[in-house]
């Protein structure tokens, strides 16, 4: 009960926090990849994201869309094999 009611606070308390695009870098079956969304700066710090899109570290081939519960909607990237 008490994690339910400090999901539903940090919940209240993110959206009055400006949201902008994030991104971090991803590996998933041997494939370098990144993820971006749109979150506030104080949800970046925790997931360890950066300021920017994927676009910016060259990847560029879609690959989905997914929505991370308590958070936001990502879309991830596969990237060349130069980075």
Not at 1 to 21: A, E, G, P, W
Not at 39 to 62: F, P, Q, W
């Amino acid at each position: 009960m008490l994690k339910k009611i400090y999901k539903l606070i940090f919940l209240l308390t993110q959206m009055s926090d400006v949201k902008r695009l994030h991104y971090k870098m991803a590996k998933l079956n041997g494939e370098n990849g990144c993820v971006e969304g749109v979150i506030s700066d104080k949800m970046a710090e925790r997931l360890k994201a950066t300021l920017g899109k994927c676009l910016d570290v060259n990847c560029i081939h879609y690959r989905g869309k997914t929505k991370l519960p308590f958070c936001c909607e990502v879309t991830g990237y596969s990237c060349n094999e130069y980075i």
